[in-house]
């Protein structure tokens, strides 16, 4: 069955750069694009960035544009979100993502904490 499995979330300063990381299992990882999500407490769930099944295109929400850095590695059927200059805001988990006809598939979450 399809699984994600998310890692690298942590307590980080404001400034600071967390690296998340997303395994994937159960399907064929290059035939599919690939999203983070993040939900901050008492919020709705947001769409950080998408990357294609080639990694040949990416998108971010503009709030993170210029700091976030969604990739991929199909021969290790990881997805990756590098996060730099983090503020208090990023505060949030963090879902991997991905979608196959009209079902949906996420991780359990990495918790991400950005405070002094």
């Known amino acids: 069955q399809v699984q994600l499995v998310e890692s690298g979330g942590g307590l980080v300063q404001p400034g600071g750069s967390l690296r998340l990381s997303c395994a994937a299992s159960?399907?064929?990882?290059?035939?599919?694009?690939m999203r983070w999500y993040r939900q901050a407490p008492g919020k709705e769930r947001e769409l950080v960035a998408t990357?294609?099944?080639?990694?040949?295109?990416?998108s971010y929400t503009d709030s993170v544009k210029g700091r976030f850095t969604i990739s991929r590695v199909n021969d290790k059927n990881t997805v990756l979100l590098q996060m730099n200059s983090l503020k208090p805001e990023d505060t949030a988990v963090y879902y991997c993502?991905?979608?196959?006809?009209?079902?949906?598939?996420w991780g359990q979450g990495t918790q991400v904490t950005v405070s002094s």
């Open positions: 993502h991905t979608w196959m006809g009209l079902k949906d598939y």
């Open positions: 159960g399907f064929t990882f290059s035939r599919y694009a």
């Open positions: 990357i294609t099944n080639t990694g040949g295109s990416t």
